[in-house]
Nanobody, 120 residues
Framework: QVQLVESGGGLVQPGGSLRLSCAAS????????MGWYRQAPGKQRDLVAAVTRGGSTNYADSVKGRFTISRDDAKNTVYLQMNSLKPEDTGVYYC??????????????WGQGTQVTVSS
């Protein structure tokens, strides 16, 4: 089993910054892609950013140039630095990790979500 614990959400004014963290623990041999997804009220959950084990990154067009995803494999942790936040960035942010277990099975795992609200 894998647990993903997110932190760093909150209320911020437009133009402000937040840094999200997501730490994975459990029966982990290695983690392939780690990503952040956002779900706004009444909308589907969409990819915000992802980073592979090799360091390749992928961003939604709406956040390019403002958000930066990074990971620390020694800590099994992924980060999302969010700058120049806009009201449309509001939503619940979920962490996802593709895990290779010690048993050599693979699973896709989700965190519980952290609320980000951008409002004046």
């Amino acid at each position: 089993q894998v647990q993903l614990v997110e932190s760093g959400g909150g209320l911020v004014q437009p133009g402000g910054s937040l840094r999200l963290s997501c730490a994975a623990s459990g029966s982990i041999f290695s983690i392939d892609t780690m990503g952040w997804y956002r779900q706004a009220p009444g909308k589907q959950r969409d990819l915000v950013a992802a980073v592979t084990r090799g360091g390749s990154t992928n961003y939604a067009d709406s956040v390019k140039g403002r958000f930066t995803i990074s990971r620390d494999d020694a800590k099994n942790t992924v980060y999302l630095q969010m700058n120049s936040l806009k009201p449309e960035d509001t939503g619940v942010y979920y962490c996802n990790a593709d895990v290779l277990h010690i048993s050599r099975s693979r699973t896709s795992n989700w965190g519980q979500g952290t609320q980000v609200t951008v409002s004046s």
